[in-house]
């Protein structure tokens, strides 16, 4: 079973600090890892892709990926209340993506 | 930036009854996948379509769905005979060549009554 794991939270942080998200997954074979932005009753929206092991930042967001350690992480510098949403880490393999059940994030004013 | 269309957006059934959920792709996309989310779970892989026949489909995916392409721009599922636990939102996701992007529809909810 290839599995894609998340703290489901909430994780509730103030305005304007570091949001920390966290994803494992259990296949080696995994290639690509995305993370997705979802606020409640919406579609998936892509924030981030990383391909290889160490950081990618855009703008407030900086993905971490260490494939040794099967593990993806996304930060969110200077979090904003309409950063609210649930946080999905999801992982390719083959030509599909296998979503974890994602981190619910709170950003308070 | 181009968008991923479905219709309907919301879409109650009978049990038993045959269902059809279009998507219009983004138009020079080539990968074409189908997703399902139940309320409260994760997003779920069901099943991915390229050069007109299936590249890959989920568990789920078993014979009371189908997918195809019939006059080259939708791209739809049909869901046979509904089943209650075929409530799901259902969200259709395409993306052009390898590596780029894939961009998700907005999504059916679909409730089976």
């Known amino acids: 079973q290839k599995e894609v794991e998340q703290n489901s939270g909430p994780l509730s942080v103030p305005e304007g600090a570091i949001a920390s998200l966290n994803c494992t997954y259990s296949?080696?074979?995994?290639?690509?890892f995305f993370w997705y932005r979802q606020y409640s009753g919406k579609s998936p929206e892509l924030i981030m892709f990383?391909?290889?092991?160490g950081d990618k930042e855009d703008g407030r967001f900086t993905a971490q990926l260490n494939k040794a350690s099967q593990y993806v992480s996304l930060l969110i510098r200077d979090s904003q209340p309409s950063d609210s949403a649930t946080y999905l880490c999801?992982?390719?393999?083959?030509?599909?993506?296998?979503f974890g059940t994602g981190t619910r994030l709170q950003v308070f004013p | 930036e181009p968008e991923v269309t479905q219709t309907p957006s919301h879409q109650v059934t009978q049990m038993g009854q045959e269902v059809i959920l279009r998507c219009v792709p983004i138009?020079?996309?080539?990968?074409f996948y189908w997703y399902r989310q139940i309320l409260g779970q994760k997003v779920e892989f069901l099943v991915s379509?390229?050069?007109?026949?299936?590249?890959?489909k989920s568990e789920i995916f078993d014979d009371q769905f189908s997918v195809e392409r019939p006059d080259g721009s939708n791209f739809t599922l049909k869901i046979r005979s509904t089943k209650l636990e075929d409530s799901a939102m259902y969200f259709c996701?395409?993306?052009?060549?390898?590596?780029?992007?894939?961009?998700f529809g907005s999504g059916t909810q679909l409730s089976v009554l």
């Open positions: 379509f390229y050069n007109n026949e299936i590249s890959e």
């Open positions: 999801a992982v390719s393999l083959t030509d599909k993506l296998i």
């Open positions: 138009s020079n996309h080539l990968y």
């Open positions: 996701a395409t993306r052009g060549p390898p590596n780029e992007k894939l961009l």
């Open positions: 296949d080696r074979g995994s290639q690509s």
């Open positions: 990383i391909y290889s092991n």
